[in-house]
């Protein structure tokens, strides 16, 4: 099957955008993603899944923890530095449950790694949630390879 057609199909599940933050040896690195999603209620788990070239990868082998930041309508500029596509940006972090966490998302999820899956040519990581932040606001929306908003809240 050609990979174009199985990257269109995915692309029409749309999606909010995430930050995933880790911190190793004091420094924190952070890596733009949409495959998040809600595993269990009762432990809290949550899983994400990462590239096998990213560096965010062994980073998170390492240090066994990381946080999720579901980003607000208003992030747009903080998912594109932390997919490399706005380079440079000096970006400051909050800190949950002993995580870096980004100011101002939606929701801030601390967690540390219970379990590790490889398929295929991504890893997934079960995180176990330690806390949470919440706060309002409008989210940030990923679509068919694009940026977008909630219609109702077109004029974020
Ligand atoms: P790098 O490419 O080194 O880091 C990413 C960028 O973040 C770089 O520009 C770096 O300078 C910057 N950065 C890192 N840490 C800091 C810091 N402390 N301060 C300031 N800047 C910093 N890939 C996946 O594997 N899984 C997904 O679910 C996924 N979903 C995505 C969803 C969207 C909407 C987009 C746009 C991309 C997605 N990607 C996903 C791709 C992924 O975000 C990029 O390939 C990313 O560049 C890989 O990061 P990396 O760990 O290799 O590190």
Do not use: W
């Not at 995430?18 to 999603?37: K, P, R, S, W, Y």
């Not at 607000?72 to 530095?81: G, L, R, V």
């Not at 998302?105 to 079960?126: N, R, W």
């Amino acid at each position: 099957m050609d990979n174009r057609l199985f990257r269109d199909a995915m692309g029409k599940f749309a999606t909010g955008v995430t930050v995933i933050l880790t911190e190793l040896d004091g420094e924190q690195h952070g890596m733009t993603a949409n495959a998040f999603m809600s595993v269990s209620l009762d432990p809290k788990l949550v899983v994400i899944s990462i590239k096998e070239d990213a560096r965010m990868l062994q980073k998170i082998e390492e240090s066994n923890q990381f946080s999720v930041n579901i980003l607000s309508a208003e992030q747009e500029d903080i998912s594109k530095t932390f997919a490399g596509q706005i380079k440079d940006q000096q970006v400051y972090f909050d800190r949950l449950a002993g995580m870096p966490v980004i100011p101002d998302s939606l929701a801030q999820v601390a967690c540390e790694v219970s379990s590790t899956y490889v398929e295929g040519d991504h890893t997934l990581f079960i995180g176990k949630v330690k806390d949470i932040a919440v706060k309002d606001g409008n989210p940030l929306l990923f679509y068919s390879g694009k940026y977008s908003h909630l219609k109702e809240f077109a004029d974020v």
